[in-house]
């Protein structure tokens, strides 16, 4: 699963475009919530058995019925159903792969079938089924401390599955300085616009507006909302998405008023 979630990382952000981006940019925290805590609950599993072999389990939800909860949440996580964190990242990717091109769209899709198809299978053996080793029937559930460890990340995957915008408006201004310094069509605009050439904005990229500039003008130009504000007194407040602030006049003091002698 980790070489699938990366693989849609790097996907999207070689789109260039700012659906794919955002989605490579939020598949990447997703792997590290989903698969950070399946990785976690193999190690509490693996404290109680110390085994690894899949043949060695089988049937332990019975046994395990709160640990058996939470993996499923971690695995349907990692899988991309609808309402968790793994669905946006993964629609956004395949959204922004689908605006470049249609046949890499389809097949990037395939790769959500085939993982959907392994983690389930691997579910399948692990957690259900009879029970094919008499010594996990004595094994222990979550204890406390456990559950308390896992439930942050349960409560950022529904929190990103179910209202993203929370996260994407931190991650929006870095998908758009990357994309106005790095991107195609930024070069190329660039590149047309230094040699003298008619420059040729794309029908689905407006964020260049008319005049391109260099990556060190719009890097420096660019200031997000959620930034920490640095007044220099020489040069004043930086510019707030390009536009520069003017700072107030300070008035001149006044000379002091003095009473002319009788």
């Known amino acids: 699963s980790s070489v699938s979630h990366l693989g849609f990382c790097l996907l999207g952000l070689m789109t260039f475009t700012e659906e794919g981006v955002l989605g490579g940019m939020i598949q990447m925290i997703n792997h590290g919530v989903s698969t950070g805590m399946l990785f976690l609950m193999i190690g509490m599993i693996y404290e109680r058995t110390h085994t690894r072999m899949i043949a060695d389990y089988g049937g332990i939800a019975k046994i395990v019925p709160m640990f058996a909860i939470f ?30 091109n249609v046949i890499l769209g389809i097949i990037a899709g395939t790769g959500v079938v085939w993982a959907a198809c ?4 691997f579910t399948k053996r692990f957690l259900f089924g009879e029970i094919t080793n008499k010594e996990n029937e004595l094994l222990s559930d979550l204890n406390a401390r456990e559950i308390f460890v896992l439930l942050p990340m349960v409560v950022l995957i529904f929190w990103f599955g179910v209202y993203p915008q929370t996260f994407m408006k931190y991650l929006e201004p870095s998908a758009r300085v990357y994309l106005n310094s790095a991107s195609v069509q930024a070069i190329a605009e660039r590149t047309n616009l230094e040699q003298g ?6 029908e689905d990229y407006n964020s260049l507006g008319n005049a391109p500039k260099s990556y060190e003008e719009r890097l420096a130009g660019y200031t997000s909302h959620y930034a920490l504000m640095y007044v220099n007194p020489k040069l004043g407040p930086a510019p ?9 006049p300070t008035p001149e003091p006044k ?8």
Do not use: Q, R
């Not at 996580?77 to 793994?86: I, K």
């Open 71 to 100: 993996f499923m949440i971690a695995m349907l996580s990692s899988v991309g159903l609808p309402g968790m964190n793994g669905f946006v990242g993964e629609f956004l990717v395949l959204l922004g792969t689908l605006k470049v």
């Open 118 to 121: 392994y983690l389930l299978w």
């Open 197 to 202: 050439k008619k420059i040729i904005l794309t």
């Open 240 to 248: 707030v998405d390009g536009n520069p602030v003017h700072p107030e």
């Open 255 to 262: 000379a002091p008023v003095t009473e002319e002698k009788k």
